[in-house]
Structures are given as structure tokens and as C-alpha cells.
């Protein structure tokens, strides 16, 4: 498996609070992706970083904000938790982008996150 | 029209049998592609990538590709109880176009 750790696992928090979710990679690849999974949709992409303090949106991407200020560590943040919020999130890396060896994206095991 | 559609199922099958799972997608700029399976409350796994038309055998396992009809597929030969999950079809671009884009996937049991 992939070095990838999600943390935490699981989260309950009130509408209206702070949370951060924290991926950590042991591998030194370069691309981190924060996705998150609902019924229906599937996977949709929230934030991606490209570098340390390289950072972009997703298609997904209002109401987070994500920072990167090590290699290996890529932060996710619900300024305000809302309800629709409410899924499980997904962190990726990835060595490289475009299409090609080292190209393909690899999960970490989730943080299923409840905002009640 | 989404650009990856995915029959989600599920689909059930007994153990032994050919599974054929699929996708199609609408953009013609998609050049890569691949299946992750996907247990029950764990992470996606990359199953099989490929890049090109035609067929990619791994195992029990054959990626097929047909770009001119923009359909994808993973075929499972001699399925196994172990092989249920959920199955997504992933697929991504050339040009500024290199973020992934999935299928909502098919949740697949092999009955023993």
C-alpha cells in the first residue's frame, strides 16, 4: 500500500465549528489531491496541490480551504462545517501529472466526517 | 450529458462467472484510463491503467478500450467472493485537462 495516512478516521462536529483533516504521505510525491465521496456523485475532486505552498481548486471547492507547507503533509479545512458537508473524504497522491508512468493516483483509506 | 457515466448496479453474480463491468464517457480528449476497486469503508485501489485502444491482461483481469466508440471496460474471469466491491472507472486528458474524472461506480457481488 501506498504510505498514505489519513487522520482522522471518523468525525463528528456541529454545523457552524472548524475542522481540518490531515493527510500524511511517506512516499515524497510531489501531487496531493483531496477528494470527497458522496452517493451519486461519486468522487469529486476539492482541492489539489501541486508543491509546497501550491495549492489549486477542484470542482468542489467552495466552502474549503486546503495549505501544504511540507512535502508530505496536505491539510484540509471546513471553515464553517455545514450538513451537505456530511461524506467521507479521500486524500491522493500522486508522482506526477499528465498521462504516463507514474502518472496514476493513489488513495488513502477515508475520514468519514458527520456535521450534525 | 456527464462525461463518465457508470451503471452503478449492483450487480450479482455467482462465483466463477465472467463479469463485465463498463463506462462510457462523452470527452474525446480522455488518453488514460483505469479501474480502482473499492472495499466496503476503505480507499480506492488502483486495479489496472491503460492508455490505449485495445486490451490489457492482468491475471483474472482485462482492461478494454474503444476509443472510437468511447467505451471502456474491465472484465473479471472466474470471479471470486474476494472480488466484491465497488468497481470505478477513472479516466483523464491531454493538454491542461490532467485531473481525474470517475465514474460513480458499480457495486459488484460474487455469491459463493
Known amino acids: 500500500d501506498a504510505g498514505i495516512t489519513q487522520s482522522p478516521r471518523h468525525k463528528v462536529t456541529e454545523t457552524g465549528t472548524p475542522v481540518t483533516l490531515r493527510c500524511h504521505q511517506t512516499e515524497n510525491h510531489r501531487y496531493m489531491y483531496w477528494y470527497r465521496q458522496d452517493p451519486g456523485h461519486g468522487l469529486r475532486l476539492i482541492h489539489y496541490s501541486y508543491g509546497v505552498k501550491d495549492t489549486d481548486k477542484g470542482e468542489v471547492s467552495d466552502g474549503y480551504s486546503v495549505s501544504r507547507s511540507k512535502t508530505e503533509d496536505f491539510l484540509l479545512t471546513l471553515e464553517s462545517a455545514t450538513s451537505s458537508q456530511t461524506s467521507v473524504y479521500f486524500c491522493?497522491?500522486?508522482?506526477?501529472?499528465?498521462?504516463?508512468?507514474?502518472?496514476?493516483?493513489?488513495f488513502g483509506q477515508g475520514t468519514r466526517l458527520t456535521v450534525v | 450529458q456527464k462525461e463518465v457515466e457508470q451503471d452503478p448496479g449492483p450487480l450479482s453474480v455467482p462465483e466463477g462467472a465472467i463479469v463485465s463491468l463498463n463506462c462510457t464517457y462523452s470527452n474525446s480528449a480522455f488518453q488514460y484510463f483505469m479501474w480502482y476497486r473499492q472495499y466496503s469503508r476503505k480507499g480506492p485501489e488502483l486495479l489496472m491503467y491503460t492508455y490505449s485502444s485495445g486490451n490489457k491482461e492482468d491475471g483474472r483481469f482485462t482492461a478494454q478500450v474503444d476509443k472510437s466508440s468511447k467505451y471502456i471496460s474491465l472484465f473479471i474471469r472466474d470471479s471470486q467472493p474476494s472480488d466484491s466491491a465497488t468497481y470505478l472507472c477513472a479516466m483523464k486528458g491531454g493538454g491542461s485537462n490532467y485531473k481525474l474524472t470517475f465514474g460513480k461506480g458499480t457495486l459488484l457481488t460474487v455469491n459463493p
Open positions: 491522493a497522491i500522486s508522482e506526477s501529472e499528465g498521462v504516463g508512468p507514474n502518472t496514476e493516483a493513489f
